[in-house]
C-alpha cells in the first residue's frame, strides 16, 4: 500500500491535466493534511480564495483522516487522470 507521501507525488505527475474542481478538491485535503485547519486570512484574489474556501471546508479532520480523504480522491480519479 503506498503512503500518503507517494500518493501525493503520484498525483502531482498525473498525464492529464486536472480540473480545476478536481484540484480543489485535492486541495482542501492536502492543505489539511498538512498544515491542519485553515490558519490564514481569506484572500482577495478569487483563484486564492477558492484554494482557501476548499481548506477551510475541510477544518476540523484530523491530519490522519485528511490523509485518508486525499488516498480516497485519488482513487477516485486516477483513472481519469493517469
Given at each position: ?21 478536481d ?9 489539511q493534511a498538512t ?9 482577495e ?16 479532520l ?21
Amino acid at each position: 500500500m503506498l503512503t500518503f507521501e507517494e500518493i501525493v507525488e503520484k498525483a502531482k505527475n498525473f498525464k492529464q491535466t486536472v480540473t480545476k474542481e478536481d484540484f480543489l478538491e485535492f486541495y482542501g485535503y492536502y492543505k489539511q493534511a498538512t498544515v491542519g485547519d485553515c490558519n490564514i486570512d481569506e484572500p482577495e484574489d478569487e483563484e486564492q480564495k477558492a484554494r482557501y474556501l476548499a481548506w477551510k471546508s475541510k477544518a476540523g479532520l484530523t491530519l490522519e483522516d485528511a490523509k485518508n480523504h486525499y488516498i480516497e480522491v485519488y482513487k477516485k480519479y486516477a483513472a481519469k487522470y493517469e
